[in-house]
């Protein structure tokens, strides 16, 4: 029996409002979810995730308005420049890829193959930084990594910003909490230059007709949905490890892969 289609826009909000800023790949998720049910427009898809990181910019708001307000704080305006150090190594290298005709894949095997490998990444890094002494400095070379790793996680679907970006930050002795924050900090303008770039050219080139009160539906439970979960993100690694993740990766990854061998997926899965 057919999804109904405010149900299924519902489930696509909570999922994308869930992934965006957890380490599990939201592009993954929804390329998987869109396996079962209705497909929706790559505009449906561009507003949901960009109402994901707006809900978001509240829990940033004593942080935003002491890199706003900086002056003469030499530290706070440091920090302002290597977010957008980080954000401008992103565009810079997403306009190269989009003048290169890039594409992001929208098969399974990718998406399969990354959330393995991002899950066993995030174990082996886990044991190797267990015991290391945390820095909550970002410095300039970790603003530098924070701006490849969403980079990485631009090209390879199911990679996951934020899981790319935090995992190298530990490589290189951040704590949890600081590379947490910085990631989702230098992921808001990220996301949303990219977003509004997506939707200009979208408008545009004429898109589909869309039928916006599903639209808004989907935006109003994306933004609830995330913002709950990053509350819930920034508290969980105060006193956590991202092992949790890494298993979940690992155990969505491997049934995706094995589904795919059994043909579960059909011809999208390659």
Do not use: C
């Not at 890094?125 to 070379?141: F, G, L, M, P």
């Amino acid at each position: 029996m057919p999804v109904p289609e405010w149900l299924a826009i519902v489930i696509l909000g909570i999922i994308e409002g869930i992934t965006e800023f957890l380490p599990i790949s939201s592009t993954g998720h929804l390329l998987i979810a869109e396996k079962w049910l209705p497909r929706q427009t790559d505009l449906f898809n561009i507003v949901i995730q960009s109402a994901a990181v707006l809900a978001v910019i509240p829990l940033f708001k004593d942080r935003i308005k002491v890199m706003l307000a900086a002056g003469h704080d030499l530290v706070a305006r440091e920090y302002a420049l290597k977010v957008m150090v980080a954000f401008g190594i992103t565009g810079v290298g997403g306009l190269i890829l989009e003048k290169l005709h890039f594409k992001l894949p929208e098969k399974l095997f990718p998406v399969g193959m990354a959330l393995l490998i991002g899950g066993v990444a995030i174990l082996l890094i886990e044991s190797r930084v267990n015991d290391r002494r945390w820095k909550h400095e970002v410095t300039w070379k970790l603003a530098v990594i924070f701006g490849l790793g969403q980079l990485v996680a631009a090209i390879f679907p199911g990679a996951s910003r934020s899981g790319t970006t935090i995992m190298l930050a530990l490589l290189f002795g951040m704590s949890r909490p600081a590379a947490t924050e910085f990631s989702f900090l230098v992921g808001i303008p990220t996301m949303l230059a990219a977003g509004g770039y997506k939707i200009f050219k979208a408008l545009k080139h004429g898109a589909p007709p869309e039928n916006w009160s599903m639209v808004l539906l989907g935006t109003v439970v994306s933004g609830i949905v995330s913002f709950i979960a990053v509350r819930w993100l920034l508290r969980y690694v105060q006193s956590h490890t991202f092992i949790g993740f890494g298993w979940y990766r690992i155990v969505v990854g491997a049934l995706i892969l094995v589904g795919g061998l059994f043909g579960i997926f059909g011809a999208g899965f390659e």
